[in-house]
């Protein structure tokens, strides 16, 4: 069951400055840019430091802010869903299989 209400948990900057930079950016099928973290995929909102994920027709309520910075700002709630399954082609891509 996709698990609602979930508040937004911000993410302490440790004291070196050590900006959360552990995601990539993908392209999508669709031509869009889509931001990989922690394998869940999650795809660019309205207002550009906002990404929701990219299940968010199936339910999902799961989200990502960017900072100015480009590190992560903050993400929040809880995917509905198993990650999705991506292979790195020997060029480089990622590419869905699942
Ligand atoms: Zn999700």
Redesign the pocket.
Same mark, same amino acid.
């Given at each position: 069951m996709p698990t609602y209400g979930v508040k937004p948990t911000r993410i302490e900057k440790s004291k070196q400055n050590c900006y959360i930079s552990d995601y990539q950016f993908i392209p999508s099928q669709k031509g869009r840019q889509l931001v990989m973290w922690r394998q869940?995929t999650y795809a660019q909102d309205h207002n550009k430091r906002r990404y929701y994920?990219?299940?968010?027709k199936m339910g999902?309520k &799961?989200r990502l802010k960017l900072g100015i910075d480009g590190s992560i700002e903050s993400v929040g709630g809880i /995917? &509905? /869903?198993p990650p999705p399954v991506y292979v790195k082609t020997p060029s480089g891509n990622m590419v869905r299989v699942s």
């Open positions: 869940y994920c990219s299940k968010q999902c &799961a /995917h &509905a /869903h």
